[in-house]
């Protein structure tokens, strides 16, 4: 069974270009979340989905950050503009569920650099 | 918010060495995640916790939740150059759906 799929693996924009990132979760996964992470960090949630709707949306930037889920499937993440800051690794996960007893599966990620 | 600190931030050990590597928090957790993550990869998850005073073994791969439930260590015995790379730990709240990771530890194995 194929895992979470991400794309594109690696972009580089100039800073105030916009960009999206594009996953497809495994399967029958209820559950998506987006994930950043920074060089030498941990992941860190940005937006979490239950089937279409965002249920945890509290760390995402919602002045240059916004992400769809319009079929409860697959999910874009959007920046616009991008900044300099951030650089870094967008990873996406996917689970049955939101509980904990559900293991979270992630992507390759997409390596983004603002220059 | 929730704050993991994980240590060490990395180690070099030779390959049959025993590693150890712990996690704790300013909060505590229901649940006790460690993963690996390869370079260009995302983080697998290698062992779940789910009670405190829980101590889990997956293969060479041994975890512990802590009784406090605001830590935990990660063992891995016999280490081999397949298991370079950087393990983190995380912490969840049962339903909350969301966790939070350490900043890492970097393994390196040297042959």
């Known amino acids: 069974e194929a895992g979470v799929v991400q794309s594109p693996r690696y972009k580089i924009i100039e800073k105030k270009q916009p960009v999206a990132f594009w996953c497809n979760p495994i399967?029958?996964?209820?559950?998506l979340y987006w994930y950043l992470q920074n060089l030498g960090q941990g992941p860190e949630l940005l937006i979490r989905?239950?089937?279409?709707?965002?249920?945890?949306d509290s760390q995402l930037p919602k002045d240059r950050f916004s992400a769809e889920r319009l079929k409860g499937v697959d999910s874009t993440l959007k920046i616009q503009p991008a900044e300099l800051g951030d650089s870094a690794v967008y990873l996406c996960?996917?689970?049955?569920?939101?509980?904990?007893?559900?293991?979270?599966?992630f992507g390759p990620g997409t390596r983004l650099t603002v220059l | 918010g929730q704050q993991l600190n994980q240590s060490p931030q990395s180690m070099f050990i030779q390959e049959g060495e025993d590693v150890s590597m712990n996690c704790t928090s300013s909060?505590?957790?229901?649940?006790w995640l460690w993963y690996k993550q390869d370079p260009g990869e995302g983080p697998v998850l290698l062992i779940a916790?789910?009670?405190?005073?829980e101590l889990t073994s997956n293969g060479r791969l041994t975890a512990q939740f802590g009784i406090t439930r605001k830590d935990s260590f990660l063992n891995i015995s016999a280490s081999i150059p397949s298991d370079v790379g950087i393990y983190f730990c995380?912490?969840?709240?049962?339903?909350?759906?969301?966790?939070?990771f350490g900043d890492g530890t970097t393994l390196t194995v040297k042959p």
């Open positions: 996960a996917s689970s049955l569920g939101p509980n904990s007893y559900n293991e979270q599966f």
């Open positions: 399967s029958g996964h209820n559950t």
């Open positions: 989905y239950e089937n279409e709707e965002a249920v945890d």
């Open positions: 909060s505590i957790f229901n649940t």
């Open positions: 916790l789910y009670k405190a005073g």
């Open positions: 995380a912490g969840q709240l049962t339903n909350a759906g969301k966790s939070t």
